[in-house]
């Protein structure tokens, strides 16, 4: 895929990853950016250092009338980018209620109500690519994680259930698994990260290889334990705490 000629819409841009997405984007080369958070005057700094570059959204994902809204105000987007998500920290025994329905209703329905609704915009437009960023707990399971990591994986299973009926659409999804990013998500977690950073870099490096699956910075490394000793990698992610 040819970043050039993408006009991209990503959620979650006020911050983090989101923020290293824009810079990313913008150095690419791509025509617009839609960068979208539920408040916009958190945006307000990216039109000051990219102009014309960026358009800036309110949107949050767990509306779907402001899904709508922004789906006939971005009408030119061929590349989304699902990056908005919510982070708890529960064990599995004492995540109740309300930290299962915040995660579930953002991450999982959230990321598909967007993909269902810009892929119909996607298509309008010729076709293109919806990236969702999960995470590598897909894959694993970190306790203190439970309600995040079952969202995600159900946002994962989703996608890969709607990828045949998009491809005929023209319409390509890329599911991307990180492992830690340096973020104010993970701020309390003690352990080694990748730079959000050099996170962006990596996932727009495999969007345009057209990968379906990425492993960004030093998730590829874990994926490739993963796949020699899964339940090691398993082990070891359980005792994260």
């Known amino acids: 895929m040819n970043l050039e000629e993408q006009t991209v819409l990503l959620t979650g841009a006020n911050r983090g990853l989101g923020r290293s997405f824009v810079d990313s984007l913008v150095e690419a080369g791509v025509r617009k950016v839609y960068a979208t958070a539920r408040n916009v005057d958190q945006l307000s700094f990216l039109k000051s250092a990219y102009g014309d570059k960026i358009e800036l959204l309110t949107l949050d994902i767990t509306d779907t009338q402001q899904i709508d809204v922004a789906a006939r105000s971005a009408s030119d987007v061929t590349l989304l980018l699902n990056n908005a998500g919510v982070l708890d920290f529960a064990k599995p025994l004492e995540t109740d209620a309300r930290i299962l329905n915040r995660n579930m209703t ?3 329905e959230g990321t598909y109500n967007m993909t269902t609704r810009f892929a119909d915009v996607i ?19 970190a306790p203190l994680f439970a309600a995040y990591n079952a969202s995600k994986a159900a946002s ?8 045949p009926y998009l491809r005929e659409r023209g319409v ?13 998500m993970l701020a309390a977690l003690d ?12 996932i727009l490096e495999g969007v345009v290889a057209e990968q ?5 910075c030093g998730a590829r490394a874990t994926f490739d334990r993963w796949r020699e000793d899964y339940k090691a990698v398993e082990m070891a992610f359980s005792k994260i705490a």
Request: hydrophobic share 40%.
């Open 191 to 202: 352990k080694d990260k990748d730079t959000p950073e050099d996170v962006a870099r990596s």
């Open 156 to 163: 994962w299973s989703m996608a890969m259930s709607l990828r």
């Open 106 to 108: 953002t991450n999982f």
């Open 172 to 184: 390509e999804i890329s599911n991307v698994f990180p492992t830690s990013i340096d973020t104010d």
């Open 123 to 141: 298509a309008a437009n010729g076709g293109g690519r919806i990236v969702n960023v999960l995470t590598f707990l897909c894959f694993v399971s």
């Open 212 to 216: 379906e699956d990425i492993f960004p």
